[in-house]
């Protein structure tokens, strides 16, 4: 109750800050491709929350790591490939195996 | 004597081979998070939570603090060699350290910035074992009520010099409190802001935020810059000669106790430490003119202040249970989940953990001295690393972390959420830092409420009839006041300034 009244007042105080312009914040919101890149990382992870549990870690971190990668930056379709698979794979070693963690195996029985 | 002794038996804890490698392994990881731009101590910490809660509480101690403290080591040497701060901490550091660089004397700069971070981390000790001895005596005379007027002093005092408006640093911490009541109410047994959900009945896990408004928010606020390119600088003789050392030892001293004092001080941010005590030096200096163009004191005094300042925030940590910025947070939830209540009974009845700790912070000081040097060629080839390459893996490493929590595809979604919410919070300019705060004191703050509420059968005159707790209420009230005043003054004091 008391959290909300607090909450209420704070806003509204600055609100009215905001109305008399003492409280001038000057966004600088992402435009051209930073703005597609940020659209295309939110949704990547998103897709991979999504498929983490069904096709299980392995799988999901490859696919993601393409995902990301060819999202940010211009690299040769081998090379993403190529780095995705060495590192979903090494980051399963050192979690699942050498760390003990389970993470959800999916596809993957191991 | 009896410190003396407790120290000792903390030496012989620390440098048991575990503990050590422990030790280790958290400077390394330290200075990697330090030397990287876009991963603080604070995400870095939180993101290792889970996996070392397979490790011994004072192993897993050990580790944490050692990426603390190893940050502020790390940040020096990019921000000397590559003018590239990879921490908050050391951006002041580069004003200097890198135009000595420029002129040749890269390796006196990261030379002194050693030397400097070492001295100032060997005071801070000292400060942080005789402090802690005085204030855990007079907290072992505190009840549930002086512990609500404490928290409640820390929280408004972390409000009031978290940003450049009082008014979105009461937002965040409010906002951080109510994230804190979601669950099940621990006396009452009632679910809480759960709307139905069985995911949320367990609450918001504090690390999982942290790992999403640190961590994941930096990602998403680097996407939208272009890839920073490294530059190439000699490093040359490293040993600073004579007279370099005569002319910033007392830079070093005065940074080292500059930061001991602030660090002790809920809110204040080692970046903000580091700037205040640059600017003392420059106004000290017989020469003010030399600063922004390779003096030596300009790098010397920030280093030690950033050390001894994370050296006495273990001080409120470790003695009353209250942290003073968002790393320390995030290890108060550390020692919480192994099973540790920081507060004068730790210091009776888990020894052997807060003085291994704090004997172990010391050996990892003079770790760092030895391996900070040598290391360097390899923390530049890791910069080479393209941050597109980079980013996913600290993505996957989060979302592993967050799963790691509890086993629960929610805390991930819980992440992202808090990722998005980070992100936005830095365009708009809120503070993050009263946010953690507030959510890792929050079930602390009500459960000492509750209690004292308890005890008065009710009465909120509690709070005013026992003089240390209106000691307390009455300085929240000042300081509030006093951050008011200065603001309707229209005085913007250089200590406001966020994380």
């Given at each position: 109750m008391i959290e909300a009244i607090l909450l209420l007042i704070a806003g509204l105080t600055l609100l009215a800050?905001?109305?008399?312009?003492?409280?001038?914040?000057?966004?600088n919101w992402p435009k051209g491709i930073f703005r597609f890149r940020l659209f295309r990382l939110a949704l990547a992870l998103v897709g991979y929350v999504a498929i983490l549990k069904p096709l299980g870690f392995l799988t999901a971190t490859f696919l993601f790591m393409i995902f990301t990668i060819s999202a940010w930056q211009n690299y040769r379709k081998l090379v993403i490939v190529g780095y995705a698979l060495v590192f979903s794979i090494g980051l399963h070693l050192i979690f699942n195996k050498l760390l003990g963690m389970s993470l959800p195996p999916g596809l993957w029985m191991d | 004597m009896d410190t003396l002794t407790n120290l000792m038996d903390g030496f012989s804890v620390a440098l048991q081979p575990e503990m050590l490698f422990f030790c280790l392994v958290g400077s390394i990881i330290g200075t990697l998070v330090g030397v990287l731009p876009g991963l603080g101590p604070a995400a870095a910490m939180a993101i290792l939570?889970?996996?070392?809660?397979?490790?011994?509480?004072?192993?897993?101690?050990?580790?944490?603090?050692?990426?603390?403290?190893?940050?502020?080591?790390?940040?020096?040497?990019?921000?000397?060699?590559?003018n590239i701060p990879g921490e908050a901490a050391s951006v002041v550091t580069c004003l200097d350290g890198y135009e000595m660089a420029k002129q040749g004397r890269a390796g006196v700069a990261l030379g002194i910035a050693a030397i400097s971070s070492f001295v100032a981390g060997t005071f801070g000790l000292i400060g942080l074992v005789f402090l802690s001895s005085i204030l855990v005596d007079l907290a072992l005379q505190f009840g549930p009520p002086e512990y609500f007027g404490l928290l409640l002093l820390g929280l408004t005092v972390a409000i009031s010099l978290s940003g450049k408006s009082l008014v979105k640093g009461l937002i965040t911490a409010i906002a951080g409190l109510l994230i804190a009541t979601i669950g099940i109410d621990p006396q009452s047994g009632i679910p809480r802001y759960t709307y139905g959900f069985t995911d949320m009945l367990a609450g918001f896990d504090a690390i999982v935020v942290v790992i999403g408004l640190f961590a994941v928010a930096e990602v998403f606020s680097n996407a939208e810059t272009s890839a920073f390119t490294i530059l190439k600088s000699k490093i040359g003789r490293i040993w600073p000669n004579f007279s370099e050392l005569r002319q910033s030892s007392g830079a070093i001293c005065r940074g080292s106790v500059v930061g001991f004092l602030l660090g002790l001080i809920p809110g204040i941010a080692p970046a903000v430490v580091t700037f205040v005590s640059y600017d003392l030096e420059k106004r000290v200096s017989r020469n003010p003119k030399a600063f922004g163009s390779g003096a030596i004191e300009g790098v010397a005094a920030p280093e030690g202040a950033n050390n001894s300042c994370t050296s006495a925030g273990m001080v409120p940590l470790f003695t009353l249970g209250l942290p003073t910025t968002a790393s320390l947070a995030v290890l108060l939830g550390a020692l919480m989940i192994h099973g540790l209540q920081p507060g004068p009974l730790m210091f009776e009845q888990q020894k052997s953990v807060v003085w291994g700790v704090i004997a172990s912070m010391y050996i990892g000081n003079v770790m760092l001295l030895v391996l900070n040097l040598p290391l360097i060629p390899l923390w530049i080839k890791l910069l080479k690393v393209p941050y597109p390459l980079l980013a996913p893996i600290i993505l996957t490493i989060c979302v592993i972390s967050a799963y790691g929590v509890r086993n629960n595809i929610f805390d991930i979604w819980v992440m992202l959420g808090f990722g998005v919410i980070g992100y936005l919070m830095r365009k708009f300019e809120f503070p993050t830092v009263p946010l953690i705060i507030s959510l890792i004191l929050g079930d602390k703050l009500e459960n000492a409420l509750r209690q004292s509420l308890t005890l008065s059968d009710g009465s909120l005159m509690i709070f005013i009839s026992r003089p240390i707790t209106l000691i307390f209420i009455l300085l929240a009230i000042t300081a509030t006041s006093l951050s008011l005043y200065s603001r309707f003054k229209g005085k913007n004091l250089s200590l406001f300034q966020s994380e």
């Open positions: 800050d905001v109305y008399t312009g003492r409280n001038d914040v000057e966004i | 939570v889970p996996f070392a809660s397979g490790l011994s509480p004072t192993a897993a101690i050990i580790m944490l603090c050692a990426i603390y403290y190893g940050a502020m080591y790390g940040g020096s040497t990019t921000s000397i060699l590559l």
